[in-house]
């Protein structure tokens, strides 16, 4: 499984916008990347995930480098409930299952 | 109503006793994880069912054994508990695998603790 590189930790203030990176160098063509994040005492929650194209949601953008090596997660404007550890993923297509490494935690200052 | 539900929530028992833990969801997805998450936080898969035949076992003791009646359960039996089994597990399903970039959706987790 390719690997990601990811801060351990990150700050940030509500209502400000929120990048977090992920390296992924050895990326294969088919690989998917996938962020979830993980509130306090909750289950692992879909955040967003793309192949080659920026890509938007309600929840977050997700901005990929054109040679794929890396990419960031971009929440507009954080609030107080975005506090959660946020895993970056790759996932082979046709993958059949998720491989979480150590995420980022972050936290959120009022 | 609760995508993935999991039960109990909370689990404490004795150490060489049996347990299960059930899971179920009604998303109507055709594949259901078990992961484990443990005291480091680490979360890493222990089985897949793909309408209930088993794809995915990462070499976990044979005192767990998955069994799913049917595609929108999937149960955790765990037999003669560790304390290393102390953990939460967390059940998950997803449409197809995680063919072109489905998303897995998690339940709460049942927080076990082996005393």
């Known amino acids: 499984d390719a690997k990601t590189t990811q801060p351990n930790s990150m700050e940030s203030n509500e209502e400000e916008p929120v990048h977090l990176p992920c390296n992924h160098s050895?990326?294969?063509?088919?690989?998917?990347i996938h962020w979830y994040r993980q509130l306090p005492s909750q289950g692992p929650e879909y955040v967003i995930h793309?192949?080659?194209s920026n890509v938007n949601n309600r929840m977050a953008s997700l901005a990929i480098a054109e040679d794929r090596k890396s990419s960031t997660l971009i929440l507009h404007r954080a609030t107080l409930r975005d506090a959660a550890v946020y895993y970056c993923i790759l996932t082979p297509l046709y993958a059949q299952k998720l491989v979480f490494g150590q995420g980022t935690r972050l936290t959120i200052n009022p | 109503d609760t995508a993935v539900s999991q039960t109990p929530k909370y689990l404490v028992t004795q150490m060489g006793n049996d347990k299960s833990i059930k899971c179920e969801q009604n998303?109507?997805?055709?594949?259901m994880y078990w992961y484990k998450q443990d005291s480091k936080k680490f979360l890493k898969i222990m089985f897949s069912?793909?309408?209930?035949?088993?794809?995915i076992n990462e070499t976990v003791p044979n005192r767990f054994s998955p069994k799913s009646p049917d595609k929108a359960h999937l149960n955790l039996h765990i037999n003669s508990l560790e304390l290393g089994d102390s953990a939460v597990y967390f059940c998950?399903?997803?449409?197809?695998?995680?063919?072109?970039?489905?998303?897995?959706?998690f339940g709460p987790g049942t927080r076990l603790t082996v005393l």
């Open positions: 998303l109507g997805h055709d594949t």
């Open positions: 069912y793909n309408n209930k035949e088993l794809i």
């Open positions: 793309g192949l080659t």
């Open positions: 998950a399903s997803s449409l197809m695998g995680l063919s072109v970039g489905n998303e897995q959706f």
């Open positions: 050895t990326i294969s063509g088919t690989d998917y």
